[in-house]
């Protein structure tokens, strides 16, 4: 499972609230990476990291921020969820050299 | 930048059966192409992967296949098993030191018993 978890793995939450989920790896990697999920869309990227408070955009960045103050967390953060964020969120991490990418166990949010 | 699709959406096989499962890529710099299953409530596992100084790559029962001149791989499962359903994504990436992920939409694979 490449040491990576997810938390928490189920969350329901108001609009306009705000959202942290965190991932936490165990194995050191420098990359990191949020995607979401949704039916008919495969996975899409939200931002990654490559290193510890280096950050970028994905594809589907707005609404979104992350942050990254130690090599082993990544946080993504909803300022003000909305319902169009109702997804399965992934995290996941770039192991060693290569270009493999592994994912954690996901997290459900579901925004009423 | 780069567009992944998949085809078909779905696909349903009898046990035994072979499955093929294809992906058309439009970034002819992309250069690395991994597969993805994923079981129920799960997240993605990776099964195999492929780059473009190969034309196939096999492990086990599964192999992925490149046509780069054509911009599409597939993935090939042989005497599939129940067990095999699941949903699997393609994915394409140009490698280095930033490099992203495109994904498909997904390919949901019903074994029949």
């Known amino acids: 499972d490449a040491g990576i978890t997810q938390s928490p793995r189920h969350k329901v939450t108001e609009t306009g609230t705000p959202v942290t989920l965190r991932c936490h790896q165990t194995?050191?990697?420098?990359?990191m990476y949020w995607y979401r999920q949704d039916p008919g869309h495969g996975l899409r990227l939200i931002h990654y990291?490559?290193?510890?408070?280096?950050?970028d955009k994905g594809e589907v960045s707005d609404g979104y921020s992350v942050s990254r103050s130690k090599t082993e967390d990544f946080l993504l953060t909803l300022e003000s969820a909305t319902s169009s964020q109702t997804s399965v969120y992934f995290c996941?991490?770039?192991?060693?050299?290569?270009?493999?990418?592994?994912f954690g166990p996901g997290t459900r949010l579901t925004v009423l | 930048g780069e567009n992944v699709e998949q085809h078909p959406s779905t696909l349903s096989v009898q046990e035994g059966d072979s499955a093929v499962i294809k992906c058309t890529y439009s970034?002819?710099?992309?250069?690395?192409f991994p597969w993805y299953k994923q079981e129920l409530g799960k997240g993605p596992q990776l099964i195999i992967d492929i780059r473009s100084n190969v034309g196939e790559k096999k492990d086990q029962r599964i192999a992925v296949t490149l046509n780069k001149t054509a911009k599409h791989f597939s993935l090939h499962i042989t005497e599939t098993q129940p067990e095999d359903s699941a949903v699997y994504f393609c994915a394409a990436s140009v490698t280095g030191a930033n490099s992203k992920l495109t994904f498909g939409k997904g390919i949901t694979l019903s074994v029949r018993p």
């Open positions: 990291s490559y290193g510890v408070k280096d950050t």
């Open positions: 194995e050191n990697h420098r990359y």
């Open positions: 970034d002819s710099a992309s250069n690395y």
């Open positions: 996941a991490i770039r192991g060693g050299g290569n270009n493999e990418q592994f």
